[in-house]
DNA sequence: GCTTAAACGAGACGGTACGTCGTGTCTTGCA
DNA sequence: TGCAAGACACGACGTACCGTCTCGTTTAAGC
């Protein structure tokens, strides 16, 4: 009994949903965040404009099921970090993918449209943990738990923060352009992460 | 010789150009980043559009210079951090302090809109790295230079990294709402910063 | 042999068509032509839109067939004007009962619609001076018939023009609201059409 | 002290005026009343919406000033009926010239939209009544007048009906296409008007 | 009485136009 | 001449309807 009846969503029609996000993401790439607009996403997805306002109720949320989409789709399961016993090596090698991920153009302009909304949009945000960083966070974690099991982290170590140290400065960068966002860069944060700024005695 | 003549900053009205940034910090504040438009700042500081838009060549860089008033007015020579000679210490404090600061919601509009606008306007995120983030950078490496003299950290650590490390979880968080902001967290922070992701050998 | 099968009137259901009907009018009278929509007409009759386009070309017609079921209900045989022998009498009357109709808000709305789409539909003009305006106009034909005969009109007059001189000021004032339309209008009206604009000679 | 201020006319552009009206006019003559939208007025006459919405409250009175402009533009002073002597020539002459003008392509939508929307708002046709139809009547009146003097006319015939009673007759005949619009009908309606339904004595 | 094909209600869809708002440019008149 | 005021061409907004098109659900004719 409620008014402002939702649309049913079982009357929805698969085609123009996927066409819509698609257009959403290509544009993103071709004219930037700035001048993304529902009707030129409209037009792109050959689509009248009512059928994204029907479904979607902000920009920001059909950019972040664009991303859904993207995520979702070649999934075989959930992801997982590469474990070879060698934690520096196999941290260093994931978040030097991070780096290239983030310097791969076809995924610059339309990361920033989605850093932006979820900065601006606390429910976004909310969805954007949940469904996109958690999944990438727990194998993150699961990297760093079997580490600490053999002993390779501290026992009493926050795995979540972590995970921050290691991925904030990386992500900080690339958002803020505040230097160049090179894998030398992900080498030098995952070896002064491991090993703290203090200085370490000789031996370890 | 007369086509698009730069216009002769001798002549530019002071309290226009502070009418102009003040409204536009004040009006951040109060209907946020996406409803914040150049009529709005126009009619609130009482001055014809074509003020704003001689002077600033874009919005963005309204907002950044909004914040470059705010910085450089209550400023007695170049920002300093606390040298207690406790690193740990100090670094949490300083850390807590910005906690508060991104928590404070005078600042949290605003602060995000900058963040926004520096995302997606490289020049702008130039002109941030020089004139905003820089001075406070060079604060955080200074006493970072100190501690490092000190013996308190690694030798032939890089103090920019330190910086990252320290400070960009903290701004991350805030940014995407992955998690409470507290001081807590910052504290953590600093801790596992300083002694790295490894355990270390009892006696340190 | 199965393009664009007309729809089968044996399985037409009246209940809807009624509904449809009343719902026009009805809707005509509370928001004006203007605001007239057939998704109004639908949701007011509690009928699908596509069974208005299955059964009626256009808005006009809805319109123009509203009227139609108005006018054919009550009627019992063909419409008939008084005659007292009076000829002057008799016109008046009726010419008085068409400004007091004219003058019925239930009716002033639709009406103009009516007009309206008569003004722009050259096909749903035909069917109104067939359907509506004919049966009208037979009525005052003969009266002026019989008085004809009586000796009271001209004898070569066109009695067709005789209706539209009687009839079309009155019809015209309405529309054009270019003045009151009362009775007394009326009365000059039939007045000024039987005696003409040239003075009489005295004992006419 | 006013809110909703109103524009000021001081900074209207004439040009902008003029090809809104061209172009309104233009465009009821070659899609018709009913395909007549503002974004089409303001994409012909090279305008912004806003324009329009500026300084006209309706498309209605944007389509009467269409026609207030072409009647005055080409004035020389208020016009005037022939006044030969002969009444009744002179009435036919006008009427049929009527008929010509009502019969022709280039009036024959736009007259019949401002009729619609005269038809559909009140203040519109009070407008219509004073401005267009006003000045007309007056000359109509005059020539009345001019034969009421030369005992051509009964000398307490209301005027203003006489103009009804020959007008009127074609006006409707072209609004609802009750028959054709001939200049014999024209003639006919000038005969009758003048002469009366009933029958005359012999001598007149 | 059971089947089956239609008309039906509901409403999603691709579109067009609405009337409003903001952009960045240009013009006018005041100081 | 710098400025406030604001008109302007332009483009996007979010909404309302258009007329078409599925969907299941009646419903009435024909087997």
């Not at 689509?47 to 070649?74: C, H």
């Not at 949940?130 to 600490?148: C, F, I, T, V």
Request: proline share 7%; glycine share 6%.
């Amino acid at each position: 009994m409620m008014c402002g009846m939702a649309p049913d969503p079982n009357r929805r029609r698969e085609s123009s949903r996927r066409a819509i996000l698609t257009a959403a993401f290509d544009l993103l790439q071709e004219v930037g965040y700035a001048k993304l607009t529902i009707e030129g996403i409209a037009a792109r997805a050959g689509v009248g404009k009512q059928t994204i306002y029907r479904w979607w109720p902000s920009k920001g949320i059909v950019i972040f099921d664009a991303f859904l989409m993207l995520n979702e789709a070649p999934e075989g399961g959930p992801p997982l970090l590469p474990d070879t016993g060698d934690l520096h090596a196999d941290l260093t090698a994931v978040l030097r993918a991070t780096v290239v991920e983030l310097n791969d153009p076809r995924y610059d302009q339309p990361l920033r449209a989605l850093s932006t909304e979820i900065t601006h949009d606390p429910e976004l945000a909310a969805a954007y943990v949940e469904r996109l960083d958690k999944p990438m966070r727990q194998a993150k974690r699961q990297r760093l738990r079997s580490a600490q099991q053999a002993g390779q982290l501290a026992e009493d170590l926050d795995l979540d923060m972590a995970v921050d140290i290691i991925w904030a400065p990386v992500l900080n960068r690339w958002l803020q352009r505040s230097g160049p966002l090179t894998t030398e860069y992900a080498d030098s944060i995952v070896a002064i992460a491991l090993d703290g700024l203090r200085p370490r005695r000789p031996g370890d």
